[in-house]
Every structure is written in structure tokens, then in C-alpha cells.
């Protein structure tokens, strides 16, 4: 079994920053490709950003300049650091890590997300 459990989320003024972090922990081999997902009320689900094995990162133009995704494989983590946040932003936030096994599959999991409010 795998489990990822997200923390950093909260409520902030806009121009404010936020730090989500994700730890991932179970029968895990090695990590694919590791991101974070958000969905506001009404929409659908989008990508925020995603890094790869070789750290290469990819990001929504909405938040490129503002938000960096990072990860560290020997803690099982990958975190986005949110910064100069705009009301725009709230939603809630989701982890989604594919992680490769011990059959050698590669399998998606999400975490069970993180509220983030902007607000003044």
C-alpha cells in the first residue's frame, strides 16, 4: 500500500506565500514523475506543476514566475513553494506522484488534498 499526505495548506492574503508539502510512504520502489494538481469549485481539475526524475518541471502559465516545485527522492517529498498568491489561486490543492513498484508497474496516486484560500 502507498499513502501520500499533503500539509501546508491555509488561508492567505493575497501577495502571501504557502509552502504544501507531500510525503509519500509505502511499497515503493522509485518515483516517476511527481506533481501537484488544484481544483476550484465549479471547474475542473488542472495541472499546477510536475518535475520529473532529471528535475526538469513544467508548470501552468498561471502560476510560472510565482510557484516552484521541488522534490527530494530520499524523503519520499515533493513540495510547491506558492508565492505572491492571488485570489485566483484558491482551490484545493492535490499531490499526484506515480511511483514504479516491486512487479515494476508505474501507478498514479493522489493525495486527499489540501484547501488553500486567498483572501483578503
Known amino acids: 500500500q502507498v499513502q501520500l499526505v499533503e500539509s501546508g495548506g491555509g488561508s492567505v492574503q493575497p501577495g502571501g506565500s504557502l509552502r504544501l508539502s507531500c510525503v509519500t510512504s509505502g511499497s515503493i520502489r522509485s518515483f516517476d514523475v511527481m506533481g501537484w494538481y488544484r481544483q476550484a469549485p465549479g471547474k475542473q481539475r488542472e495541472l499546477v506543476a510536475n518535475i520529473n526524475e532529471r528535475a526538469q518541471t513544467d508548470y501552468a502559465d498561471s502560476v510560472k514566475g510565482r510557484f516552484t516545485i521541488s522534490r527530494d527522492n530520499a524523503k519520499s517529498t515533493v513540495s510547491l513553494q506558492m508565492n505572491m498568491l492571488k485570489p485566483e489561486d484558491t482551490a484545493v490543492y492535490y499531490c499526484?506522484?506515480?511511483?514504479?513498484?516491486?512487479?515494476?508497474?508505474?501507478?498514479?496516486?493522489w493525495g486527499q488534498g489540501t484547501q488553500v484560500t486567498v483572501s483578503s
Open positions: 499526484n506522484v506515480a511511483i514504479r513498484d516491486y512487479t515494476f508497474r508505474t501507478v498514479n496516486y
